[in-house]
């Protein structure tokens, strides 16, 4: 299993994980989700429930990817497979993202 940390504004929000079976979750920290001064992740990962489950990456995560020659040159650079969008996610969107979500990878 993969996991990351999911910052908003530089305050932790949650998890992001994919399981050996291919499986991705993103789930809320606790006290991120009880304080409703916190704002949702995204519109598609609101907080009306704690944790999401998706057979595929979460569209919202997905579009933080570079597309075309750019995601085929950090591939390569990266030594990661340009399909595998989970490690593409965990290896370029630490810093100088747009918008106010980071992604922080978690060693295992």
């Known amino acids: 299993m993969r996991e990351a940390e999911i910052y908003v504004r530089g305050e932790r929000a949650g998890i992001l994980s994919k399981s050996d079976n291919g499986e991705y979750m993103f789930r809320y920290d606790d006290g991120y989700f009880a304080d409703p001064s916190k704002p949702a992740v ?3 990962l609101g907080k009306v ?3 999401y489950r998706s057979p595929i990456l979460f569209p919202f995560f997905f579009n933080m990817l570079s597309e075309g020659n750019n995601r085929i040159v950090q591939s390569r650079l ?6 595998d969008h989970f490690e593409i996610l965990l ?3 630490r810093i100088d993202t747009i918008g106010a979500v ?5 060693d295992i």
């Open 102 to 106: 980071t992604v922080i990878p978690l």
């Open 49 to 51: 429930q704690q944790e």
């Open 78 to 83: 990266l030594h990661i497979d340009e399909n």
């Open 91 to 93: 290896a370029t969107a």
């Open 42 to 44: 995204s519109l598609t």
